[in-house]
């Protein structure tokens, strides 16, 4: 069995309801599936102190994971957790590290033509670090709007002036977006734990088309070149 503890990294209080969910890398699909038609690794909650138990574990290496809506582990925050892995022999009871998770910031936009400000529909949007990590992708809508519920925030806790704009501590993340016949384009934005930012218009200038040929060294064209 594992037992151990859920928190709030923002701070320490326990997070109650979490999910307490096994999984064995070892396994096959198959016997995984068959794990859980059994009952041997189905998932526990996190009670009131954050506390989780879970017995009747057979022996062998888990994958032990913490799962609450709305809540997240940030990559830039190494002292923020959601999984960690242990191996149980038989009669084994491992406490394991406490869980730490933090808010997740909302992000909420529109994708627009520069032009005339109508908007986009059908438009990629991205949302990424200025280093160029992603936090995933979506498409905007009918009325070019986009949403993403799972941002890690720039910032534990912190409350940002210009709802949420501008660079951040870490450099910041970004928002971008690419459609069809319009120039790829970006906006900043610092995503807050618990709260809704809204960013700034992203507006999209009209593309241009670029025609060339690929040839090799006697100028003959070059079939199938990826450009």
């Not at 992203?202 to 088309?209: H, I, P, S």
């Not at 003959?220 to 450009?227: D, R």
């Given at each position: 069995?594992?037992?151990?503890?859920?928190?709030?990294?923002?701070?320490?209080?326990?997070?109650?309801?979490?999910?307490?969910?096994?999984?064995?890398?070892?396994?096959?699909?198959?016997?995984?599936?068959?794990?859980?038609?059994v009952g041997r690794l189905?998932?526990?909650?996190?009670?009131?102190?954050?506390?989780?138990?879970?017995?009747?574990?057979?022996?062998?290496?888990?994958?032990?994971?913490?799962?609450?809506?709305?809540?997240?582990?940030?990559?830039?925050?190494?002292?923020?957790?959601?999984?960690?892995?242990?191996?149980?022999?038989?009669?084994?009871?491992?406490?394991?590290?406490?869980?730490?998770?933090?808010?997740?910031?909302?992000?909420?936009?529109?994708?627009?033509?520069?032009?005339?400000?109508?908007?986009?529909?059908?438009?990629?949007?991205?949302?990424?670090?200025?280093?160029?990590?992603?936090?995933?992708?979506?498409?905007?809508?009918?009325?070019?709007?986009?949403?993403?519920?799972?941002?890690?925030?720039?910032?534990?806790?912190?409350?940002?002036?210009?709802?949420?704009?501008?660079?951040?501590?870490?450099?910041?993340?970004?928002?971008?977006?690419?459609?069809?016949?319009?120039?790829?384009?970006?906006?900043?934005?610092?995503?807050?734990?618990?709260?809704?930012v809204k960013a700034k218009?992203?507006?999209?200038?009209?593309?241009?088309?670029?025609?060339?040929?690929?040839?090799d060294a006697k100028n003959?064209?070059?079939?199938?070149?990826?450009?």
């Open positions: 069995r594992v037992y151990g503890v859920v928190l709030s990294g923002e701070d320490s209080a326990p997070l109650e309801d979490a999910n307490i969910e096994l999984s064995a890398p070892k396994m096959s699909p198959r016997e995984d599936r068959l794990a859980r038609l189905t998932p526990v909650k996190s009670d009131a102190m954050g506390k989780y138990e879970v017995a009747g574990i057979p022996p062998g290496v888990y994958t032990v994971k913490a799962v609450k809506q709305g809540w997240i582990c940030n990559e830039f925050n190494p002292l923020t957790r959601d999984a960690q892995t242990t191996e149980l022999g038989e009669y084994a009871r491992v406490e394991l590290l406490p869980f730490i998770l933090i808010r997740a910031g909302i992000v909420e936009g529109r994708v627009v033509k520069k032009s005339d400000k109508q908007p986009i529909v059908g438009a990629s949007v991205e949302l990424t670090t200025t280093l160029g990590g992603s936090f995933g992708s979506t498409i905007t809508d009918a009325e070019g709007k986009y949403r993403f519920e799972n941002a890690p925030p720039s910032a534990i806790g912190a409350r940002r002036p210009q709802g949420g704009q501008g660079p951040g501590p870490m450099g910041g993340m970004e928002v971008r977006a690419l459609a069809a016949s319009f120039a790829v384009g970006s906006v900043g934005v610092n995503p807050v734990a618990g709260q809704v218009d992203l507006e999209l200038e009209d593309g241009c088309a670029v025609k060339g040929r690929v040839v003959a064209g070059i079939a199938g070149a990826q450009v």
